[in-house]
Nanobody
């Protein structure tokens, strides 16, 4: 059974940092593209960052480029999203996702991902 479990969310002031983790079980992580998406209140789910180890591709949404970093530890079956210089507009539920067969042009597309976590809340507020 495949499970993705996010953790590390919480309340942080603008300019602060958070480190989100996603523990993955039931998959051989190195064979999968991994991504983070988010959904703000009243909005649709949007792409944040993705890493495809097979192609060596790592991409970010323009809104988080230079502030967020996605990384993975295949040995620990974990994917990390380090978020720095957080802004009010980063407030959202953050989801991790995994895709077994994907090309670079699909990395930003939700429909390309096979497995999803339940999400973790990030609130940026003073």
């Amino acid at each position: 059974q495949v499970q993705l479990v996010e953790s590390g969310g919480g309340l942080v002031q603008p300019g602060g940092s958070l480190r989100l983790s996603c523990a993955v079980s039931g998959l051989t992580l190195r064979r999968y593209a991994l991504a983070w998406f988010r959904q703000a209140p009243g909005k649709g789910r949007e792409f944040v960052a993705a890493n495809n180890q097979r192609s060596g591709s790592t991409i970010y949404a323009d809104s988080v480029k230079g502030r967020f970093t996605i990384s993975r530890d295949n040995a620990k079956n974990t994917v990390i999203l380090q978020m720095n210089n957080l802004k009010d507009e980063d407030t959202a539920v953050y989801y991790c996702a995994a895709a077994g067969s994907i090309i670079v042009s699909q990395l930003r597309s939700q429909s390309a991902y096979d497995y999803w976590g339940q999400g973790t809340q990030v609130t940026v507020s003073s």
